[in-house]
């Protein structure tokens, strides 16, 4: 069965430091997997996808996540964080259905 | 703006009442997922539409149904609550609803508070 795990549940990080959120999958295949950011009282928006081809991708707001096969992971990085990253942030793989793992609340201090 | 449209925003109900909870998907969009969002389950999956027929199930409790009808709006009907169905619920949608890469577009949730 397919599952994602994201090993922090809580991190801080200063302005301007550069962030890493983990996540491992596990699925029989070559999945899809996709890294959504929730901000206080809003919805999922995506921040990117991977699916084939070159393992490092790039999305918005500055974030890059890397695709390592033989690690089962799926790792997001930032090199400098705003204090508006402060948010959750899901990493989710999609086969019929988009199964998210539990999260990584983000507090960014000053 | 995803362009999906949940309401209400908010909805405080007594238990054992029913609810319904309305989408409205992105235009062109085909496919409809519901997802309920606590503290201790996380986000999880409820059911998906597809051009109003039902076409993947989840976690979804006897005492939930959903729909989507002609104009591809869906519903999401809750009854006989109980205090743990106290959750966010998000409605997302896609174009074809085929999984894979495909992107979901999330609305902002409708709130259910039972009391």
């Known amino acids: 069965a397919q599952s994602v795990t994201q090993p922090d549940i809580h991190i801080t990080v200063s302005e301007g430091a550069s962030l890493e959120l983990r996540c491992n999958y596990s699925?029989?295949?070559?999945?899809?997997l996709f890294w959504y950011v929730q901000s206080p009282g809003q919805g999922l928006q995506l921040l990117l996808k991977?699916?084939?081809?070159?393992?490092l991708v790039q999305g918005i707001k500055g974030f890059e996540a890397e695709f390592k096969r033989s690690q089962s992971s799926f790792n997001l990085r930032k090199p400098s964080v705003h204090w508006s990253d402060a948010a959750e942030y899901f990493c989710?793989?999609?086969?019929?259905?988009?199964?998210f793992g539990a999260g990584t609340t983000v507090t960014v201090r000053a | 703006d995803s362009g999906v449209t949940q309401t209400p925003k908010h909805l405080i109900t007594a238990t054992g009442q029913r609810v319904t909870l309305r989408c409205s998907p992105r235009?062109?969009?085909?496919?409809v997922y519901w997802y309920q969002q606590s503290l201790d389950q996380g986000l999880q999956f409820l059911i998906q539409?597809?051009?109003?027929?039902?076409?993947a199930k989840g976690n979804i409790l006897e005492r939930f149904s959903a729909q989507q009808f002609p104009d591809l709006h869906s519903e999401l009907n809750l009854s006989s609550l109980e205090l743990g169905d106290s959750a966010l619920y998000f409605c997302?949608?896609?174009?074809?609803?085929?999984?894979?890469?495909?992107?979901?577009?999330f609305g902002s949730g409708t709130q259910l508070s039972v009391l």
């Open positions: 997302a949608s896609s174009p074809q609803g085929t999984g894979g890469n495909e992107k979901l577009f």
């Open positions: 699925y029989g295949a070559t999945p899809y």
């Open positions: 991977y699916f084939s081809g070159d393992t």
């Open positions: 989710a793989l999609n086969d019929y259905k988009l199964s």
């Open positions: 235009s062109g969009d085909l496919s």
């Open positions: 539409y597809y051009n109003g027929e039902e076409r």
